[in-house]
Structure formats: structure tokens, C-alpha cells
């Protein structure tokens, strides 16, 4: 690989880093052709991005990146395959779920940029798999703010109409 060629991808690393604000840091080596098609398949349909890149160049793209990577530089060592989501929590529960299946110790987790936030090592998966997505916390809100308005409306009507029957009805509640 020429230096141009070089510089050509740590500048499309450096772009795919700052579109991406999930992105996962693993290790497949040691994975047979089978497991191998298995996961990338897998990555496909769980829309995560699955690329084998070469940990000089990401170190590279990380320095160039405006994200602040933290420790992330310091676990490219050894075999390294970047994991890009739209979800912070799919590449875990893909991992998670890729592992229990195959009943195997890989993909192993390096590290993880999740929303500005740093993970690093595999003891962080079961963490990552907790995260929930900005949809769910949106689903959990929007069930949390509903409660108390459905607990009115059903006090107003079981109380009869008359007002001292709502008011006792709210203050049992």
C-alpha cells in the first residue's frame, strides 16, 4: 500500500468516524470461514457495519477525528475489526447473541465509542448490551408521562362527575 493509498484511508476512516457516534472495536481473529460468513451475515442483517482494519491506520483516523477516542487508541493491538451502528446497543447484543449461539469466546469486545462516552474491554459487554436506544427512552417517557394523566381521567370518571366525588377520589389515589 503506496503512502497516497494510505492517506486515502485513514481520510475515509476519519469521515466514517465522525458520521458514526456507535462505534465498536473487536476482535474476530480465530474465527473459522463458516463463523466468519456467520457474523458478517448476521452484522448485514442487524444493519451494522463490519470491516477488518489495520490499527495503524484507525490510530491514524482517531488522532485526525474531532470525537475524543480516550483510551480507545490504546487496545488496537492485535487483530482489530470496527463495528459501526446506528444503535448503540446492536453490536452488543449481536456479540452477545453471535457467542451464545456458536457457544465461543470471539467476537471478542476491544472497546466501544458510544455517544461520547468510552468502554474499554470485553467485561464492558454486558453494559453495552443495557444501553438503551433513543427510542426506547423515548417509549419509557412518553409510558411515564401517560400514567399520571390516565389515573386523572380515570379518577374523574369512576368519581362519578360531582366534584367532592373527584376530589375524594384523588386524594385516595
Same mark, same amino acid.
Not at 468502554?119 to 448490551?129: C, E, K, T
Given at each position: 500500500m503506496t503512502k497516497e493509498e494510505k492517506s486515502v484511508v485513514i481520510e475515509e476512516l476519519t469521515a466514517q468516524l465522525a458520521e458514526n457516534t456507535n462505534i465498536y472495536l473487536t476482535d474476530i481473529s480465530g474465527l473459522n470461514a463458516e463463523a466468519t460468513s456467520d457474523l458478517r451475515r448476521a452484522c448485514f442483517k442487524s444493519n451494522i457495519k463490519l470491516a477488518v482494519i489495520k490499527n495503524t491506520l484507525l490510530a491514524k483516523a482517531m488522532e485526525a477525528s474531532d470525537k475524543d477516542f480516550g483510551e480507545l487508541p490504546e487496545v488496537l493491538k492485535g487483530n482489530t475489526s470496527l463495528m459501526l451502528? /446506528?444503535?448503540g446497543n446492536a453490536p452488543a447484543k449481536l456479540i452477545k447473541e453471535f457467542r451464545k449461539k456458536k457457544k465461543a469466546q470471539k467476537p471478542l469486545l476491544k472497546g466501544a465509542f !458510544? /455517544?461520547? =462516552? &468510552?468502554? &474499554?474491554? +470485553? +467485561?464492558? *459487554? +454486558? =453494559? *453495552? &448490551? +443495557? !444501553?438503551?436506544s433513543r427510542e426506547e427512552l423515548i417509549g419509557e417517557i412518553v409510558g411515564l408521562l401517560q400514567s399520571p394523566a390516565k389515573n386523572v381521567v380515570s379518577a374523574l370518571q369512576s368519581g362519578g362527575g360531582k366534584l367532592a366525588g373527584i376530589l375524594k377520589t384523588l386524594s385516595e389515589r
Open positions: 451502528s /446506528e444503535t !458510544i /455517544e461520547s =462516552a &468510552v468502554y &474499554v474491554g +470485553d +467485561d464492558q *459487554l +454486558d =453494559a *453495552l &448490551v +443495557d !444501553i438503551k
